[in-house]
């Protein structure tokens, strides 16, 4: 199957494809040395025909093939999206238009969280992938036929995977469900990471507001240059490094030599010099400037029996619909549920209150109870007296 590596066959497919109700897309790329994907390959299918398209090819250009995607009328059909979805934004600013992710239907559907490809591929369509082309170098030209039949799998396979979870979706009624994952995945700030907000991604905890206050700063400076040098962020600044700057705030080259994280000589960098910069404008803030410390919680321990009963009501729920447990609520939200009624997490709207967060309010009040049956775990109502005592 030779790619596709003009403009006019690319306008020509594309105008094909336009006439159907959906496609589906994939793509290769590779990342490992830089912050941005390079695309290398696109893999789109119609109910007629599957293509390679060549990103790399000297005389393409895709906008025949962006403009598909901002085709509301044509669904695009993904599976995992993300990264794929990333690529697009980066090259056009704009999410494609009418997406639709397989592995979100799936988890809705009783494949379990995150399922894979492979997986689908085997439990719908009873095929077996050959995966020895999975990590291949995508950049080099030609492509081999191994390379060319593996890339098609991902999208002609696609096909009868989405049509077959469509249907499953339709007759369980749950199209609501796959319609609040989208939500996000339809949301350009999925992917596009602000320098100022990237403090937020780190799952670091600080007890003083200006080790805080020095994380934001050096993790919006990391981003930045990231996103500017093109390298990935652990190769700018490792995260060990970024918690060990904010605690420690090394104010000379000679401070950075006394740093277990940081290697030998950094102190000395240009690099350096600007962490200094920015650190010493941290140290400079009044205690009026610095951030707000989240207030500490002294109640029920979220990882404690209350947490631990809205798990066993959570798995209980998630086995009963069979959907992955991890769609209705993730361990983040069952910790906000036992801290707060009120907690703004997915599990207290929408068609998951319902099924489970309403449930879990009761639980964690002792207006229900769990027994555990040979059918399982149920819930029983709970007598208000009882529960007083």
Known sequence: MDPIVSTDALAAFCERAAKF????????????????????????ATDEEAVLIDPLAPDIRLAPF?????????????????????IFVKLTGAVPANI??????????????????????RAICNVEIDKSSRFTDWSARPLTEKQSTYALADVTWLRDIYRELRQ????????????????VLRSI?????????AWQRLKMKFNRPRDLAALKVLARWREQKAQDTDQPRSRVL?????????????????AFEKLRAVPRGYGRSSAAGEIIALLKEVDALPKSALPAMPERYRGPSPKGAVGDLLR??????????GVAARIIATSDEIDALV?????????LKGWRRKLFGEKALSLKHGKIGLVATRKGILEIAVNPAQAAE
């Open 66 to 86: 962006f403009a598909l995607l901002a085709n509301p009328d044509v669904t695009k059909v993904f599976h995992a999206a993300r990264q794929d979805i990333e």
């Open 168 to 183: 499953q979706v339709e007759s369980t009624k749950r199209g609501d469900w796959v319609e609040d994952e989208l939500t």
């Open 339 to 347: 801290l707060d009624d009120e907690a703004d997490v997915p599990a």
């Open 238 to 254: 490792k995260d060990d490094v970024l918690q060990e700057l904010a605690t420690q705030r090394p104010l000379t080259p000679d």
């Open 312 to 321: 066993v009501l959570l798995k209980a729920v998630a086995e009963q619909h």
């Open 21 to 44: 109700e959906y496609v589906t897309v994939d793509t290769e790329f590779l990342r490992e040395t830089t912050y941005w994907p390079r695309l290398c390959l696109i893999q789109v």
């Open 189 to 197: 700030d999925t992917y596009v990471v602000q320098p100022e907000q």
């Open 100 to 121: 639709y992710d397989t592995q979100v239907a799936a988890s809705v559907c009783g494949f379990g969280d995150s399922a894979s490809y492979d997986s689908l591929v």
